[in-house]
């Protein structure tokens, strides 16, 4: 019996666990299940659920719950011996050398410009470009802000010049589609549509594959199969290696040809991923 928690995919069983924990009916129905499909705003609690109870679970969040976060990620790619720009990481302002009031100062390595992001957030909202000691200053004043809510940590990294654009590689299953984010208004820092930045889709189909190889790379190693990763090529040098800034688990779909579109390669992808499981699961499931 295949369960599907996702609201766009049917499975012989669909329950939404949307906006809940799940309750002891879910439990009954993971055990019962030989597979289980999640949604992309699946809780922790969900993917443990059904890791523990169902044979088999699409996708595959362990990466995500096990290295949450921008800060999870640095400290994934880290463990992984994956190229990222260099990072320093913070839980909150009391482990960062400065106090209110005082200068601040960069740790040392590291030279302005920076890239200063929160731990959380999407759409480049949390992100900041510091260009001086105000903005570091102003950057940490706003961090000690949100910790006074609950929301803490927070990364210093390592800005890397890589002509106004990003390559998003998007994985879905065993597909991988990816194109260009560009900015042309180069007085902006950030590279994200909401920021006005527009998709380029064909340029430098070479290192479209490089970005393509490397994420393949890092999915096999974690076993993640469905993100949005972006990846930077460094401007400095042309012959440089794609260096990863982020793992989106959900992540914008334009670039994709838009939900519809979306949707209907998730379903084929995990249709073709069902039919890599034992035979002895629902049979019909093999003929689409």
């Known amino acids: 019996m295949i369960l599907s928690f996702h609201p766009c995919f049917e499975g012989d069983r669909n329950i939404l666990c949307a906006g809940r924990e799940p309750d002891e009916n879910d439990l009954a129905a993971v055990k019962t299940a030989e597979a289980v499909i999640?949604?992309?705003?699946?809780?922790?609690?969900?993917?443990?659920?059904?890791?523990?109870?169902?044979?088999?679970v699409f996708p595959n969040y362990e990466a995500r719950?096990?290295?949450?976060?921008?800060?999870?990620?640095?400290?994934?790619?880290?463990?992984?011996?994956?190229?990222?720009?260099?990072?320093?990481?913070?839980?909150?302002?009391?482990?960062?050398?400065?106090k209110?009031?005082?200068?601040?100062?960069?740790?040392g390595g590291f030279r302005f410009p920076v890239v200063f992001?929160?731990?959380?957030?999407?759409?480049?909202d949390t992100v900041f470009f510091l260009q001086d000691p105000s903005?570091?200053?102003?950057?940490?004043?706003?961090?000690?802000?949100?910790?006074?809510?609950?929301?803490?940590?927070?990364?210093?990294?390592?800005?890397?010049?890589?002509?106004?654009?990003?390559?998003?590689?998007a994985v879905i299953g065993k597909s991988c589609i990816s194109y260009w984010r560009v900015q042309n208004d180069k007085t902006l820092f950030e590279i994200n549509l909401a920021k006005g930045a527009v998709i380029d889709a064909t340029s430098d189909?070479?290192?479209?594959?490089?970005?393509?190889?490397?994420?393949?790379?890092?999915c096999r190693s974690t076993g993640i199969n469905l993100a949005g990763f972006d990846l930077l090529f460094p401007a400095e040098s042309i012959d440089s290696p794609p260096c990863f800034l982020e793992i989106n688990y959900?992540?914008?779909?334009?670039?994709?040809?838009?939900?519809?579109?979306?949707?209907?390669?998730?379903?084929w992808q995990i249709r073709k991923w069902i039919?890599?499981?034992?035979?002895?699961?629902?049979?019909g499931w093999c003929d689409g």
Not at 40 to 53: N, T, V, W
Not at 211 to 218: E, K, M, P, T, Y
């Open 38 to 56: 999640l949604p992309q705003g699946c809780r922790r609690s969900l993917f443990e659920m059904a890791r523990e109870h169902a044979h088999h």
């Open 65 to 98: 719950f096990r290295y949450p976060g921008k800060i999870g990620q640095i400290h994934l790619f880290q463990n992984t011996g994956t190229l990222h720009p260099r990072s320093q990481t913070y839980a909150s302002t009391n482990e960062f050398p400065w």
């Open 100 to 107: 209110s009031g005082a200068a601040a100062q960069l740790p």
């Open 117 to 124: 992001k929160f731990d959380w957030g999407g759409e480049g």
């Open 135 to 169: 903005d570091l200053h102003n950057a940490l004043t706003k961090a000690r802000t949100f910790e006074v809510s609950g929301q803490t940590g927070f990364l210093i990294q390592q800005y890397v010049p890589a002509n106004h654009r990003v390559l998003r590689v």
């Open 205 to 218: 189909p070479h290192l479209r594959r490089q970005g393509i190889q490397a994420v393949r790379d890092l």
């Open 250 to 267: 959900y992540f914008g779909r334009k670039g994709l040809g838009g939900s519809e579109r979306f949707y209907a390669l998730l379903a």
């Open 275 to 283: 039919k890599t499981l034992p035979k002895s699961m629902n049979p």
